[in-house]
């Protein structure tokens, strides 16, 4: 069986190791033999054999032989048959994740010194985070659809910045000690006149020193209004078990009561990334309902690849956070944006990781 190419691995239930328990003692014998030749072959073949036995719990010396050759055995059915499955899994991911994909990244050989020189910046500031506008910046140099962002140190430069939009604008406040800026009252939308974004300054600032008296407040951004459509979340983030892992899901408020979310390994390929989106719940939407007319689902797939490279070009980023990422008929906005960096020990053993994971040339 573990010939044919069509055979991934085997899954053996039922009575082994118990034969010579239940029959007769010289079958022990054989059942040894059969598992000494059953780890040659998991060798040789290079496919997994995974193995139930009703008599585990007896411990014979042929299932303790299978554990020599790395064989998993187990008790429950239940338990080696989710094994198999997430073998299967896991070997159509790998089937359909490597061949398509070189992952190399010299996209951004012009623009990485930039983005490496707004680390640098933030690092001397003392600061972990990258400011909204600075993280736009840095989506920015490699071709992500950000927002054009003024920053105004007072009201006058707001009411001056908005004219410049030339329509409705957000205003939303900017301090490395503020991250959640909407639960301090910092955000003002459809701002129209330049009462209300006078007003909507005044009333930025000073929910701000009341939400945090000690934040250092940068200013205020100033952000023309993005055009209606879907919103969505992409984030990524470093686990200590997997490394670099990326998010997707429906964004603002409905992450949080709907968690209607997908993930994957970096670096992420574009038939993973297409397939984190059809994942989701909240995919249909996408597709257009009630008389709406489709979204732009290949320039969520582009973002999600550019997030996934930008995480590998820059070993120092150890969240990312678009929220949200406002999807139209044809392209997407990128309407928040958050970065944090990861302490400095850290930020050098994942570039020493990154080094020893290079080819020699």
């Not at 060798?43 to 009703?54: A, C, F, G, T, Y």
Request: hydrophobic fraction near 40%.
């Amino acid at each position: 069986m573990l010939k044919d190419p069509n055979v991934g691995g085997l899954l053996i239930v039922g009575l082994f190791g118990g034969y010579g328990i239940r029959f007769a003692k010289s079958l022990s014998l054989m059942e040894e033999d059969a598992a000494h030749r059953m780890g040659k072959l998991v060798r040789s073949r290079n496919k997994p054999i995974v193995l139930h036995s009703l008599y585990n719990s007896k411990k014979p010396h042929a299932l303790d032989l299978l554990r020599y050759y790395n064989i998993p055995v187990f008790d429950s059915l239940d338990v080696a048959v989710k094994c198999i499955s997430a073998l299967a899994e896991y070997g159509n991911y790998l089937k359909s994740y490597h061949p398509k994909n070189t992952f190399v990244l010299n996209w951004g050989a012009k623009a990485k010194p930039q983005g490496e020189a707004i680390f640098k910046a933030v690092r001397q500031d003392g600061r972990k985070s990258l400011l909204e506008n600075e993280a736009k910046q840095l989506f920015a140099l490699h071709g992500a659809p950000v927002s054009r962002d003024l920053l105004a140190k007072n009201a006058d430069e707001a009411v001056a910045m908005a004219a410049k939009a030339g329509g409705d604008v957000v205003l939303k406040i900017v301090s490395p000690n503020i991250l959640h800026k909407t639960e301090a009252g910092g955000v003002r939308v459809k701002l129209h006149t330049q009462k209300e974004v006078r007003q909507a300054y005044k009333d930025i600032i000073r929910n701000a020193r009341y939400y945090n008296p000690d934040a250092d407040i940068r200013g205020v951004l100033v952000s023309p209004m993005a055009a209606e459509g879907v919103e969505v979340i992409i984030g990524t983030k470093y686990d200590d078990q997997f490394g670099p892992v990326i998010m997707y899901g429906l964004g603002g408020i409905m992450v949080e009561i709907l968690r209607d979310v997908s993930f994957r390994v970096i670096p992420l390929s574009p038939t993973g990334a297409k397939k984190m989106i059809e994942e989701t719940k909240s995919f249909p939407i996408l597709n257009g309902s009630r008389g709406k007319p489709p979204l732009d689902k290949k320039a969520i797939t582009k973002l999600l690849m550019l997030c996934s490279e930008i995480v590998e070009a820059y070993p120092q980023i150890a969240e990312m956070d678009l929220n949200p990422v406002i999807v139209h008929q044809d392209g997407l906005s990128i309407v928040d944006a958050r970065v944090i960096l990861k302490s400095d020990d850290r930020c050098r053993m994942s570039e020493d990781r990154c080094r020893i994971a290079e080819p020699e040339e």
